[in-house]
């Protein structure tokens, strides 16, 4: 296994063009999250999903924005119409149940730039 | 909700030194969980060290220990014999204890930029 795994690693957009990023989990990982990182700050949540079912969603998801866990394994985050204001980095995370005290397995994150 | 606050934005020390990390956090829970995270350059958050609340014992991690003070709600991290390798932005997080929906997401202070100084 060769931990999470996200793509791209980088994205430039034009305002307003819709962006897809995609997230693999460690394989036996039935828990994925979603955080964004301005520059500066710390990763914030964005939403979190156990297997396929989406059970939390931050009040800093808009409705531009749309995250899916079609089957349980990967996940695609989704901004349409986007703002320089979602110029951030998408960092996804994994983790078992039962096994959160133990922390998140990070990826690498897509970096997203909107001009 | 809970907050976790990291006031040095940098820190500096002399390769080999040791070097402390301040995070105070504000939460009205009895249990959680609480976390150093490492992200270098390359971006990857890598977990450094972990601490249950519940437990009084300091979480040590070859060079890596933490000074978990509870009533004080801070939970600060000390670096022994700095390497080069050590140079990262170090995230503090707080994860509650129990998780009913709602409660899965970890909480990340503002982050400490590490430089270490050959």
């Known amino acids: 296994d060769t931990g999470v795994s996200q793509n791209p690693r980088h994205k430039i957009t034009k305002r307003g063009q819709n962006v897809t990023f995609r997230c693999d989990p460690i394989s036996e990982h039935n828990r994925l999250y979603w955080y964004r990182q301005t520059l500066g700050q710390g990763p914030e949540f964005l939403t979190y999903?156990?297997?396929?079912?989406?059970?939390?969603k931050s009040r800093l998801l808009s409705d531009r924005f749309s995250a899916e866990r079609p089957k349980g394994s990967f996940s695609t985050l989704e901004i349409q119409r986007t703002e320089q204001g979602d110029s951030a980095m998408y960092l996804c995370?994994?983790?078992?149940?039962?096994?959160?005290?133990?922390?998140?397995?990070f990826g690498s994150g897509t970096r997203l730039t909107v001009v | 909700a809970q907050t976790v606050t990291q006031s040095q934005p940098e820190m500096s020390v002399q390769e080999a030194e040791t070097v402390t990390l301040s995070c105070t956090y504000d939460t009205s829970e009895s249990d959680y969980y609480l976390f150093w995270y490492k992200q270098p350059p390359s971006r990857q958050m890598i977990l450094v060290i972990r601490?249950?609340?519940?437990?009084?014992q300091n979480a040590t991690e070859n060079r890596f220990s933490v000074n978990f003070q509870k009533a004080a709600k801070s939970f600060s991290l000390k670096i022994s014999d700095s390497q080069l390798g050590d140079a990262a932005m170090y995230f503090c997080a707080y994860r509650s204890f129990q998780a009913p929906f709602g409660n899965e997401k970890l909480t990340f202070g503002t982050g400490t930029r590490l430089t270490i100084i050959p």
């Open positions: 995370a994994s983790s078992l149940t039962g096994t959160q005290g133990h922390g998140y397995t």
């Open positions: 999903f156990q297997n396929e079912a989406q059970l939390e």
């Open positions: 601490q249950e609340a519940y437990k009084q």
